[in-house]
């Protein structure tokens, strides 16, 4: 397991968790400063009617991600008692305090954080999952979250794949937009998005090849959810106006560069 995990991560184990409950949990309070999420293969195609979309250079490669804010450390998706506020949320978030981490050997492993406030020796509250059956085999409840999380490994993979086949035919560059904001014009760099022209400019072959990668699916997919960039803008509108008041000092407007999520950021991958 890579060390970046091994002090927040646990592997789930009959010896470690068999007497130990979690417990789902509602609330996004933790996600609150999570500006962008990745997306992962179908996903994607209810994300656009939600979120806009845009790629980032995460570790020299592409990923496409959920954009969830206009300035670093600011969701504007999670409200103040830690309710989602947005039609989708993303298959990442969805996860906690579960993850798929892997062995030195490349196998992955279901993992769980302990310190994510949802582990606890007793059956509290109500809702509560064992980790374990009678039988000794992972709950049914367990099973099912470790379904999910496989599926999203899964898809982590096909839209890797189909990333690189938009890199290679050079249909991915800069996204720089302004926002128009009560506040003032928000311009926003750091991103990248798919070239239209260019996408249709491809030769037969080129594009056949996107095809086969799974890429068209994706490239399609974030250029129609850039109409939901003036529902962000609104949401930074209307967060900034409920954080007024006189010992709130108002977020200046100004450039803001996203270019720091290319050296890591807050993204954190298995």
Request: glycine share 6%.
């Amino acid at each position: 397991m890579s060390t970046d995990h091994q002090a927040k991560f646990q592997p789930v184990s009959p010896e470690r968790h068999a007497a130990k409950w979690w417990r789902p949990s509602s609330s996004y309070s933790w996600a609150a400063r999570e500006v962008v999420v990745p997306l992962f293969g179908p996903e994607l195609y209810r994300a656009v009617l939600a979120v806009p979309v845009a790629f980032i250079l995460q570790n020299d490669a592409f990923v496409p991600v959920a954009l969830l804010g206009l300035e670093p450390g600011v969701s504007l998706f999670v409200a103040a008692d830690g309710r989602w506020t947005g039609g989708y949320v993303p298959a990442m978030l969805r996860t906690r305090p579960f993850a798929l981490l892997p062995l030195e050997d490349g196998r992955k492993i279901l993992c769980v954080d302990e310190e994510a406030g949802q582990v606890a020796l007793r059956q509290e509250p109500p809702d509560a999952q064992p980790f374990f059956g009678e039988d000794g085999k992972l709950a049914t409840r367990l099973q099912e979250v470790l379904r999910f999380l496989s599926a999203v490994e899964e898809n982590r993979e096909l839209t890797r794949k189909a990333c690189m086949a938009l890199e290679a035919h050079k249909v991915l560059v800069p996204w720089e937009f302004t926002l128009q904001m009560e506040a003032g014009a928000r311009k926003v760099a750091g991103l990248y998005r798919i070239d239209e022209a260019a996408l249709g400019q491809l030769p037969d072959e080129a594009f056949l090849e996107l095809r086969r990668a799974g890429a068209l699916a994706v490239a399609y997919a974030q250029l129609m959810s850039m109409a939901q960039l003036p529902a962000l803008g609104q949401r930074a509108t209307a967060r900034l106006a409920a954080r007024q008041q006189p010992k709130t000092p108002v977020t200046p407007a100004g450039d803001l560069d996203l270019s720091f999520l290319e050296r890591g950021g807050t993204l954190r991958f298995s």
